[in-house]
């Protein structure tokens, strides 16, 4: 701050500053004792804290907030969200982990990342003091926290249903009874629609067996043919969309040479019918996992003996066990 002659005009140069040529600028500090502990404070009074609850009938000699640093109680609680998207269920269970921090009472609510859910997961509640619901000056406390117990966060019902087992101790030094962990409810709560048939969803079977592939191992009797071998085979089946693919093991230096494939990846009908509809028609059955096992006979081109023979492929024996392997 300047001080400056009223007769002098208010330009850079016509005042005085007094702080020129002082050297201390420093605060003069104000030591005090608070719950038996020196401090430095900047005021004599008007120091802000927040008392925790320590256990019954033991008064600490020093504060709650050194003697409860870093202790926290943790609680497992899920709560409900409604799911307007799906007809078929109403509701769907996110779990979540609920942390009360004994120092300064604060509590904070984490649910546990799921890859791929859809949905936002993390730090739901951040760390805080959480108001009693209908009231301005109430907080909630340890008390407040137990299995089986239902707490209101911000307007979310929250279902504790278990603890770990510093919680369990330090609830039952103060003379809380903890009862027994309540175990998960069904994650996606659906109304029972027992009239409707399962519908078959292909996107779903990709999402679930995309790249997993089973394998087996057989061979093709061609000796009845004239020069007609015995071959190796190998066929696999994409669990993906149910579709096979046959491909023929030539051994080393056998001289033989021919495609590399010998059924492409389709799917395979069991018994092709006489006349093909390009459009429309009754849906043909094609082979399953199940009509895959060691033994089993595959017919790969039709069901007649005369067109077995025209078409030289009159089925594959399977010799070895299946294996499931991933592309």
């Given at each position: 701050?300047?001080?400056?002659?009223?007769?002098?005009?208010?330009?850079?140069?016509?005042?005085?500053?007094?702080?020129?040529?002082?050297k201390n600028f420093g605060v003069r500090p104000i030591f005090t004792t608070i719950d038996k502990v020196n401090m430095l404070v900047d005021?004599?009074?008007g120091v802000n804290r927040v008392p925790s609850l320590y256990c019954r009938k033991q008064a600490p000699?020093?504060?709650?907030?050194?003697?409860?640093?870093?202790?926290?109680l943790r609680f497992q609680a899920f709560f409900q969200q409604t799911l307007h998207e799906m007809r078929s269920a109403s509701h769907i269970l996110r779990k979540v982990d609920i942390f009360f921090f004994l120092e300064d009472g604060t509590i904070k609510v984490m649910e546990p990342k799921t890859e791929n859910s859809g949905l936002s997961q993390g730090t739901l509640i951040s760390r805080q003091r959480i108001h009693l619901p209908f009231s301005s000056d109430l907080y909630y406390d340890v008390l407040d926290l137990n299995i089986g117990r239902e707490v209101t966060f911000f307007g979310k019902v929250f279902k504790i249903v278990n603890c770990d087992n510093f919680s369990r101790v330090f609830l039952n030094r103060l003379g809380i009874n903890v009862p027994d962990p309540i175990p998960w409810p069904d994650a996606i709560e659906r109304t029972p629609d027992s009239d409707r048939v399962p519908k078959h969803r292909p996107f779903r079977q990709f999402l679930d067996f995309d790249r997993q592939v089973l394998r087996f191992y057989g061979y093709w009797d061609d000796r009845e043919s004239e020069f007609g071998v015995v071959h190796?085979?190998?066929?696999?089946?994409?669990?993906a969309d149910d579709t096979i693919e046959i491909k023929e093991v030539y051994p080393p230096n056998s001289g033989t040479e021919g495609g590399p494939m010998f059924l492409k990846r389709m799917r395979l009908p069991r018994n092709i019918p006489a006349?093909?509809?390009?459009?429309?028609?009754?849906?043909?059955?094609?082979?399953?996992?199940g009509d895959l096992s060691i033994?089993?006979?595959?017919?790969?081109?039709?069901?007649?003996?005369?067109?077995?023979?025209?078409?030289?492929?009159?089925?594959?024996?399977?010799?070895?066990?299946?294996?499931?392997?991933?592309?």
């Open positions: 701050m300047s001080i400056r002659n009223p007769r002098l005009p208010l330009l850079p140069g016509y005042g005085s500053n007094p702080l020129i040529g002082k005021k004599t009074e000699e020093l504060p709650t907030w050194i003697i409860y640093d870093k202790h926290i190796n085979l190998e066929i696999h089946y994409f669990l006349q093909i509809q390009m459009t429309g028609g009754p849906p043909t059955s094609s082979y399953s996992p033994g089993a006979v595959l017919n790969t081109i039709g069901e007649s003996a005369s067109r077995e023979r025209r078409y030289g492929v009159p089925g594959v024996r399977w010799l070895q066990e299946s294996h499931r392997t991933s592309c």
